[in-house]
């Protein structure tokens, strides 16, 4: 990164666009301007994607299973020590508390690393004798190839953390990859190039195209013939364009993408924990994660002392500076952004909600007036057709509706087009392993959220996504299986 100015990476090498063109990143922050980022089009893109190929067929592609998996942990050792860097690069760009950056983004950029390097010596593979017509031994068994070059189209919430969840394991396999980052968060994929830089991981192996999605860097990056896989993280109508343009080529997709997630509290549960954990799937990263509630249904008989208890946590969530160790919660990712959300502030009202907090934009020292900040906002009383109960928001809000009974919460939860997550608190074990496959989600957490050993599968239902990545789920998307017969 030179300065202020957010260059591609392409063949080891940081460059601008061949046509020098630029566009601005705004603080979420203050509004102020941080820097300019090189606008990359059909040229930047092929560039990159031919990098890659040709790191497949040179030095990466020819290095031992050990040379590359010691690569990648020299990766997650040089993020560990440059931590600083990283995490005032994600702060500057998305404005998030630092405490909360340097507790999950950044520590999570670093280990996707070492637990994909470690997930891919662990392969299990298959090997089976068998004896030709003839009475000779054979041997038939399956390896696993890499898939290629691996496009990463990735969002701005929680811009490392989900980047390297991809790119981690696409090197790992032996893929080499070029990595389209959220317009909004350019700054650690760009630093993750010095990373590969000092290391040593050879050109061509990482590469980053800065720009936009459709007609853009994103759409070429997709649309490229030399691009064999794409992994997407974003919107579900994104997801959907990106999957119609892997069709030519047949390319196959993984896609993680929208939510609109319920969360269950029973009338049984830990009232405090239950409180204490929809406040944070509601609120956590200013309600831009996935994974949140923006849709909470409690048991009638504490409904109220639950609405009572969820507002005090919303209105303790001061906004403030990222530096600030008393800071609860940061601002939205944009203005644009927060225009959209509080879109869906006047609709709740306009379709009859209850305002029990928040609604608008909170009161910020006047240093911090220029940035994207929102009021955590809690409501009732709306139908379960209306837009805010239906639609992913992204924002730090919820609706709460009362429920009389396991039957009556199972239908509700389920009845949306999305699948990502559901969040239930019971202490009743029976109903936890009951829900557990009645909720139609890829993640069902009871009495947790946002809790996962990383070896684990993570995708989402319906148009919540296709394909599973954690784990082996993962080696499984970025490696193509081979059979081989060997016959004596
Ligand atoms: P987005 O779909 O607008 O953009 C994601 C990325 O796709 C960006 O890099 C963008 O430039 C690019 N893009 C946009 N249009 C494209 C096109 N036609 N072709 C190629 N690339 C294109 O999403 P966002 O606003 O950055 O992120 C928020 C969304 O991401 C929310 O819907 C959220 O639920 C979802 N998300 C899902 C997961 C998950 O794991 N399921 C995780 C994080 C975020
Ligand atoms: O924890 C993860 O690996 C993951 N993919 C989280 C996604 C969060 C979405 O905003």
Redesign the pocket.
């Known amino acids: 990164m030179s300065g202020a100015t957010f260059l591609h990476f392409i063949d080891n090498s940081f460059v601008p666009s061949a046509t020098d063109r630029y566009f601005d990143k705004r603080s979420p922050v203050d509004g102020s301007l941080l820097g300019s980022i090189a606008e990359g089009g059909a040229a930047e893109v092929d560039s990159a994607v031919r990098a890659a190929r040709a790191a497949l067929q040179g030095s990466w592609g020819r290095m031992s299973l050990a040379q590359r998996t010691e690569m990648l942990y020299a990766v997650a050792r040089e993020i560990d020590r440059r931590f600083d860097d990283f995490l005032d690069a994600e702060v500057a760009d998305t404005g998030k508390p630092r405490s909360a950056a340097s507790h999950v983004d950044i520590p ?1 950029g670093a280990a996707n690393f070492r637990v994909f390097a470690d997930a891919v010596k662990n392969v299990p593979t298959e090997f089976f004798e068998m004896t030709t017509p003839e009475g000779r031994k054979a041997f038939n068994y399956s390896v696993r190839a890499p898939k290629g070059v691996i496009a990463v189209i990735c969002p701005w ?2 811009p490392l ?2 980047m390297t ?1 991809k790119v981690a394991p696409a090197l790992a396999c032996g893929n080499t990859v070029v990595v389209k980052p959220s317009e909004e968060t350019p700054g650690t994929a760009t630093l993750l190039g010095e990373v590969m830089q000092t290391v040593g991981v050879p050109a061509g192996v990482y590469n980053v195209v800065h720009g936009f999605g459709a007609d853009s860097a994103g759409e070429h990056l997709t649309r490229h013939a030399g691009v064999d896989a794409i992994t997407f993280t974003g919107e579900s109508a994104t997801g959907s364009a990106i999957m119609k343009v892997a069709a030519d080529g047949v390319r196959p997709v993984s896609l ?1 993408l929208g939510g609109k997630n319920p969360g269950i509290v029973f009338a049984d549960c830990d009232f405090d924990a239950a409180v204490g954990g929809i406040a944070r799937a509601s609120f956590l990263n200013t309600g831009q ?3 949140g509630t923006e849709r909470v249904y409690v048991e009638r008989p504490i409904f109220d002392k639950f609405v009572a208890a969820l507002k005090v946590k919303a209105e303790a969530l001061r906004p403030g500076h990222p530096s600030d160790k008393t800071t609860g919660i940061g601002p939205l990712i944009s203005l644009a952004h927060r225009d959209k959300v509080l879109r869906y502030y006047k609709h709740a009202i306009e379709d009859g909600a209850t305002l029990i907090c928040g609604g608008g934009i909170p009161q910020v020292p006047d240093s911090l007036a220029g940035g994207a900040w929102i009021q955590p906002t809690i409501w009732t009383g709306l139908a379960e057709d209306s837009a805010v109960v239906r639609e992913e928001i992204f924002g730090p809000c919820c609706h709460i509706r009362p429920f009389d009974s396991e039957e009556e919460v199972v239908s509700l939860a389920n009845d949306t087009p999305y699948g990502l997550a559901a969040t239930i608190w019971t202490r009743d074990v029976g109903r936890s392993f009951r829900l557990g496959t009645s909720i139609t989600a890829g993640i069902i957490w009871i009495n947790s959220w946002f809790l ?1 050993d ?1 070896r684990t599968p ?1 995708g989402g239902s319906k148009q919540s996504g296709i394909g599973r990545e ?1 784990g082996i789920h993962s080696l499984e998307f970025y490696t193509e299986l081979r059979n081989v017969c060997v016959a004596t």
């Open positions: 999570r919430n929680l953390l989900l969840w993680e994660i996935c994974l996962r990383l993570f954690g």
